[in-house]
């Protein structure tokens, strides 16, 4: 009864709204496209052809059929999705392809869509600093410093702390509210202590590589990254990829609606969720896949 009390204040509260561009210009002052990386696509992707006005906005880590679907029933006008939909050039705009019915149903219903991507990975206050926040904190940098840039901005962290891996594995968990995969440096334990932290959200290997550090986080590696860091004496925790993003969008979504100053509905979609789902052995031996 309260949540539905709650979801009747909330669908009956009025929001002013404000022009597409307004909006942008305001994301944009948050974490400037100009700080993502070359190779990648963000920015504002699709603009309706009419005048947009925006009073609601979904917040999504990828913008799949089903958070479309949901951004279509609770009418919004703006989608900001964290992973570019559109990421590759588009040879042809058809009903074949998955991301090409997005791009359809996005045109087809006036939705527009905003993508920010490593610009919030490189922004003080961004995703890799949301991240870092499971770990205790004396002292935190940018791993790679944005050039000309002096205050902390730049890719991934290097986090200064002093806590046991266990310690540290259960802040994590609960910092992203989901399950992590443990993989132990040669000589590590669950009470080994760790004072370095290496952080990349998504998939890290690349930006982490060659770095002095007792343990790193991030969202996914491949075998013989993992190797090269077990080797190398450093422990890797993996939180699955966008499970070490999403959490973020919570936080964002405050940020958002008071620099909006609450003019728009900012909301975080529900249908939105990492594509891999752990799985665990019950009493009878019987794999369950865990429930949403």
Same mark, same amino acid.
């Given at each position: ?171 994590? +968990? ?102 891999? +789902? ?9 794999? +369950?896949?865990?429930?949403?």
């Amino acid at each position: 009864m309260l949540r539905s009390a709650l979801r009747l204040r909330r669908s009956m509260a009025t929001f002013s709204g404000l022009k597409l561009n307004e909006v942008v210009n305001v994301l944009e002052k948050f974490a400037p496209a100009s700080l993502a990386e070359k190779w990648d696509n963000v920015g504002l992707l699709i603009e309706p052809s009419t005048d947009k006005h925006v009073e609601r906005i979904l917040l999504t880590n990828d913008l799949t059929e089903p958070v479309l679907g949901e951004a279509l029933e609770k009418n919004v006008d703006l989608i900001i999705s964290y992973h570019p939909p559109i990421f590759r050039p588009l040879t042809r705009i058809t009903m074949c392809n998955w991301k090409e019915r997005i791009v359809v149903g996005c045109l087809a219903n006036s939705k527009a869509l905003y993508s920010p991507h490593t610009a919030w990975d490189k922004v003080v206050g961004g995703v890799n600093d949301w991240l870092a926040k499971a770990v205790d904190i004396k002292g935190i940098k940018p791993l790679v410093p944005e050039p000309g840039a002096v205050d902390g901005t730049g890719s991934g962290r290097l986090v200064e702390t002093s806590m046991p891996i266990s310690q540290l594995v259960h802040a994590l +968990q609960d910092h992203i509210d989901n399950s992590v995969h443990v993989a132990y440096a040669v000589d590590h334990h669950p009470k080994t202590f760790v004072h370095t932290v290496g952080i990349c959200a998504g998939s890290g290997g690349s930006v982490l590589k060659g770095i002095k550090a007792d343990l790193v986080i991030t969202g996914e590696m491949s075998h013989h990254e993992l190797l090269d860091f077990n080797h190398n004496g450093t422990t890797v925790l993996l939180c699955n990829h966008s499970n070490s993003e999403r959490g973020f969008l919570r936080e964002f979504q405050c940020i958002l609606k008071e620099r909006l100053q609450e003019k728009c509905e900012v909301i975080v979609s529900e249908k939105d969720k990492d594509p891999l +789902q752990t799985a665990f052995r019950s009493n009878s031996q019987a794999v +369950q896949q865990v429930k949403q």
